[in-house]
């Protein structure tokens, strides 16, 4: 059965940074895209950043401020998240699947979700 982990939320004040983890297990998703969304109140999902192969794509709000990783041999995906402000507050959720896409719609598989909570 597949199951995906998230760690590493938590409250931290505008300017600071947190890293999140997403360990998958149940099987190898090495050909798969990883990704983060993150869904604040009040809210719509929304992509963040994904990973597939050696490319990686994020959305226009964190550019320059958000890296996503991954670890294949430990079939975990990680977002470093710096410089974060409190519009970044939203539970944040790893997903993979097949295709790269920023469309949470094309993912198969998802984390329980991390809350973020940036403070002014």
């Known amino acids: 059965q597949v199951q995906l982990v998230e760690s590493g939320g938590g409250l931290v004040q505008a300017g600071g940074s947190l890293r999140l983890s997403c360990a998958a297990s149940g099987r190898t998703f090495r050909t798969y895209a990883m990704g983060w969304f993150r869904q604040a109140p009040g809210k719509e999902r929304e992509f963040v950043a994904g990973?597939?192969?050696?490319?990686?794509y994020y959305a226009d709000s964190v550019k320059g401020r958000f890296t996503i990783s991954r670890d294949n041999a430990k079939n975990t995906v990680y977002l470093q998240m710096n410089s974060l402000k409190p519009e970044d507050t939203a539970v944040y959720y790893c997903?993979?699947?097949?295709?790269?896409?920023?469309?949470?719609?094309?993912?198969?598989?998802w984390g329980q979700g991390t809350q973020v909570t940036v403070s002014s």
């Open positions: 997903a993979v699947g097949l295709s790269g896409s920023t469309s949470d719609v094309e993912y198969d598989y």
């Open positions: 990973k597939r192969w050696s490319s990686a």
